[in-house]
């Protein structure tokens, strides 16, 4: 398996042997998918990486979209943060990071790790391990 940390940004013609890397068939479709999402360290949508698609020329399904993030998050190539049942950001940063998430204008933003305190997590259940930990800040906008 490849190494999970990129180099931002990615060039659009380094994307097929990144994918090969990590073991996804380069299809036309999956590179413009994995350049839309990986052109810079962003949180996007299958919605907005639609749309960002759609507005570039790129004939694609929604489900193609959701699929192949599917996959990549799969792969490990990106990071999927679930913020609540109905919204899934895909993330293309996948070093060790937390976020805030803003619920009243949807936005996604990343906390770098060092500036957190985890001293103490729960143990977990006998024949298990902490795989990662996944910290979610949920805040509103002030009135």
Not at 28 to 57: N, P
Not at 100 to 124: F, H, K, R, S, W
């Amino acid at each position: 398996m490849a190494s999970a940390t990129h180099l931002f940004p990615i060039r659009h013609d380094a994307i097929p042997s990144l994918l090969q890397k990590y073991g996804i068939v380069p299809t036309t479709q999956r590179i413009e998918i994995a350049a839309t999402l990986l052109c810079e360290r962003q949180h996007l949508s299958a919605d907005q990486v639609l749309k960002r698609l759609t507005e570039h020329g790129v004939s694609v399904s929604k489900a193609t979209v959701y699929n192949t993030l599917g996959l990549f998050a799969e792969r490990s190539l990106v990071r999927q943060v679930i913020v609540d049942p109905a919204k899934v950001f895909y993330d293309s940063n996948t070093e060790p990071h937390h976020h805030v998430y803003n619920v009243d204008d949807g936005t996604l933003i990343d906390i770098d790790t060092a500036n957190m305190c985890l001293e103490q997590i729960p143990y977990p259940p006998r024949g298990t391990f902490v795989e990662t930990v996944d910290i979610v800040i949920r805040i509103r906008n002030t009135v």
